[in-house]
């Protein structure tokens, strides 16, 4: 039976979030992120160091690549500049040469955490959305049949999921695209606002729930992703403690892109700043 959360997001899969409204400029910001992609893949035919994924992995056991692939893309900006809607025509394109470009074909999954929708900030909800959208993608045959271990089936029911997200994210996300056959070419996973539902105190990011935040949860598992899966995020310039989660942890490595200008502005390529 699917669950609220599901029909949730098979509806906004088929529904852009600009209502027919034109999308216009930033053109860099596509071509930047076409070329991550690229260079996403190109790291991934690369040698790497491996390591393995500490915890209970089950029969869906697997090396990883080391750190040095653990890198994504961070758009950042002020509140206006945009970054819902370029999240929105990344994945519904309307203009002819974000048709023409084709990054909507390589979107894996995709999660909107809005503010006023408590459910969008739901950790368990997030993981059960990921699981949904991979299954009906088509772009990883076989991800749904690593799934049917009734432990790994367990995880993702409601309240469990929210006691344990980290093991549910592991086993029935992360392992199992870890023990895909890499697909032909490299593939996103992209969360909009993922600051939202982060407590900023005194310089300290909080979570408001036990299960704890998208936020957290991504950034404390990046290392841990497939080599050809790149994690795009967006969040406001004002959420240091959350960007910090990202750009600036020892761990991994988030480019950043700054959209310091509202949507209607034409932006150049030099608001680009890498954040390593």
């Not at 497939?226 to 969040?235: D, E, V, Y």
């Amino acid at each position: 039976m699917t669950n609220p959360w599901e029909e949730k997001v098979c509806k906004m899969a088929q529904t852009s979030l600009l209502q027919g409204k034109q999308f216009y400029c930033r053109e860099w910001v596509f071509h930047k992120l076409q070329h991550c992609l690229q260079e996403k893949w190109s790291c991934c035919s690369g040698p790497a160091t491996a390591q393995s994924l500490v915890g209970n992995a089950g029969n869906n056991a697997s090396a990883i690549s080391g750190k040095g692939a653990s890198w994504g893309v961070l758009l950042v900006g002020g509140p206006g500049s945009g970054k819902t809607a370029l999240c929105t025509e990344l994945l519904w394109p309307s203009s002819p040469a974000s048709l023409q470009r084709g990054l909507h074909r390589q979107a894996l999954a995709f999660h909107f955490c809005k503010a006023q929708d408590s459910d969008t900030l739901c950790v368990g909800g997030f993981i059960r959305g990921l699981v949904a959208q991979i299954c009906q993608s088509g772009l990883l045959q076989g991800y749904e049949d690593k799934l049917r271990d009734p432990a790994v089936q367990s995880l993702l029911e409601p309240g469990e999921c929210e006691r344990n997200p980290a093991e549910a994210f592991k086993r029935c996300v992360l392992l199992p695209l870890l023990g895909m056959k890499p697909p032909p070419q490299s593939l996103y996973l992209l969360v909009d606002s993922v600051d939202e539902g982060c407590n900023v105190v005194e310089g300290e990011q909080t979570s408001p729930s036990l299960s704890g935040t998208v936020a957290e949860l991504l950034a404390g598992h990046h290392e841990f992703f497939p080599p050809w899966l790149l994690l795009l995020c967006s969040a406001r310039k004002q959420s240091r403690a959350v960007t910090k989660m990202f750009s600036g942890s020892s761990c991994m490595r988030q480019k950043a892109l700054w959209l310091e200008e509202p949507l209607s502005c034409q932006m150049e390529a030099r608001c680009l700043r890498a954040c390593c």
